[in-house]
């Protein structure tokens, strides 16, 4: 499976295609709601979420006391700048 240019928006890839480049970036799927994907870093751990019209973040602990930091990004946006902001971490 090939992903479309770096610069393509998000609503231009395929479902499946969009899942791969998750796996790609080291997140694994929820197994009970295929829309959830978590991904864990030394530093950093987060939930995302393919909305119906977003990608969903929330850095799980990453705030001062312990709170959540939650962030969304349209599907207008390329993977590249996606990319470069979901998985930079909080």
Same mark, same amino acid.
């Given at each position: 499976?090939?992903?479309?240019?770096?610069?393509?928006?998000?609503?231009?890839?395929? *479902?499946?295609?969009? =899942?791969?480049?998750? /796996?790609?970036?080291?997140?694994?799927?929820? #197994?009970? +709601?295929? %829309?959830?994907?978590?991904?864990?870093?030394?530093?950093?751990?987060?939930?995302?979420? *393919?909305?119906?019209? =977003?990608?969903?973040? /929330?850095?799980?602990?990453?705030?001062?006391? #312990?709170? +959540?930091? %939650?962030?969304?990004?349209?599907?207008?946006?390329?993977?590249?700048?996606?990319?470069?902001?979901?998985?930079?971490?909080?």
């Amino acid at each position: 499976m090939t992903l479309p240019s770096a610069d393509t928006p998000l609503y231009n890839h395929p *479902l499946p295609e969009l =899942e791969q480049w998750l /796996r790609d970036q080291g997140c694994q799927q929820d #197994n009970n +709601d295929l %829309n959830y994907w978590y991904i864990k870093q030394p530093t950093w751990e987060a939930e995302l979420c *393919l909305e119906i019209e =977003e990608l969903t973040v /929330r850095y799980i602990n990453a705030a001062e006391g #312990n709170s +959540d930091i %939650n962030r969304s990004f349209k599907y207008s946006l390329s993977r590249e700048d996606v990319e470069a902001a979901v998985f930079s971490g909080p």
